[in-house]
């Protein structure tokens, strides 16, 4: 993960993963890994690069001991995901789902790279079905039990207000010179904060995997847990956003899957949150606080097309506002 004032690439382009094949490589950055790992086996990616490392691999041992998912990380970023992972060690010795990096990692690559090492779990993505939508409430309730015990999270809570403070130093600028779909509108930064804790804060398709024999939900990517100090509500209408409102325009059957992810939050929640803010407003605000980061960050690949996604998800919250209404009775009553 970049800085906390930069936009970060997605773990996908838009707004569902692209199914693609891995292959074998066997190309100089590929023998590099293979030498920092220290036991032969076979190394697979989406996508091979000349000059630089792909970024995520799997890799396969000859000897048939676990198999391994392999993060390659710019060594500026590597503070970042060492915050994330101590978030999830955290939860992982709460007993919870989530997949830390493995004892021994980061191993160096290069002066500008580094390895991070995961167990390989064999995974689907969420679909849209009720159990997958039960399940993933369930899940996000343990999570959020679990993160409002944080030992620092007083920690986490001055990091998210200093984030808080660079929106509105950016909001201040968007008549100015940023991005013109923001500019147009009424700009709003700030995320609701009653019952605040430590949220996970990046709950999309892409850090959700279900294990295909298991059937067992893990979240991963706690990199954004480490500056928001915020309202679960905010959590909740995300995941109502990524894994119902985008993957259905049907209504009838977005109800059905974001009562199921809400009826599973309910049976899990130790403590339901305040419902103090309408879900539309806070997706919005979400979407505004993406562009704002992606028009602070220049040098980000795909900007426009990304610009252009948060565009597209401000829109969705206000045309599906009375349906997240709905749901949001449905988890008050």
Request: glycine share 4%; hydrophobic share 40%.
């Amino acid at each position: 993960m970049s800085s906390a004032d930069q936009a970060r690439e997605p773990a996908w382009a838009g707004l569902e993963p692209v199914a693609t094949q891995v292959r074998q490589v066997g190309d100089a950055w590929a023998k590099r890994i293979q030498i920092s790992l220290g036991h032969p086996g076979r190394l697979l990616t989406r996508a091979e690069t000349k000059t630089r490392p792909a970024p995520y691999y799997h890799f396969l041992p000859h000897d048939g001991t676990r198999p391994l998912f392999l993060k390659v990380v710019n060594t500026a970023a590597l503070e970042a995901q060492l915050a994330g992972n101590r978030i999830a060690n955290w939860l992982a010795a709460q007993a919870l789902p989530v997949s830390p990096i493995l004892e021994s990692y980061p191993r160096r690559l290069h002066a500008d790279y580094q390895l991070l090492a995961y167990r390989r779990i064999d995974s689907r993505f969420a679909t849209a079905s009720e159990n997958d939508l039960r399940a993933i409430g369930q899940l996000l309730a343990s999570v959020h039990n679990g993160l409002r015990a944080l030992p620092w999270g007083d920690d986490i809570r001055q990091a998210s207000r200093e984030r808080d403070h660079l929106f509105l130093r950016l909001q201040q600028q968007v008549k100015k010179q940023l991005l013109p779909e923001v500019a147009e509108r009424q700009v709003e930064t700030r995320l609701p904060d009653t019952d605040a804790q430590v949220i996970h804060a990046d709950l999309n398709i892409g850090n959700l995997l279900f294990g295909r024999l298991s059937h067992q939900a893990t979240l991963l990517d706690f990199e954004d847990a480490t500056h928001n100090f915020h309202s679960p509500q905010v959590d909740l209408a995300m995941a109502l956003e990524r894994f119902v409102m985008v993957r259905t325009s049907d209504d009838s059957l977005a109800l059905q899957l974001g009562q199921a992810f809400l009826q599973g939050y309910r049976e899990r929640i130790r403590r339901l949150p305040t419902l103090s803010a309408q879900p539309a407003s806070i997706l919005q605000t979400l979407a505004t606080r993406s562009q704002l980061l992606l028009a602070n960050s220049p040098t980000s690949t795909s900007v426009a097309g990304e610009q252009q996604k948060f565009v597209y998800l401000h829109d969705l919250a206000a045309h599906k506002a009375t349906l997240l209404d709905r749901l949001w009775d449905t988890l008050a009553g």
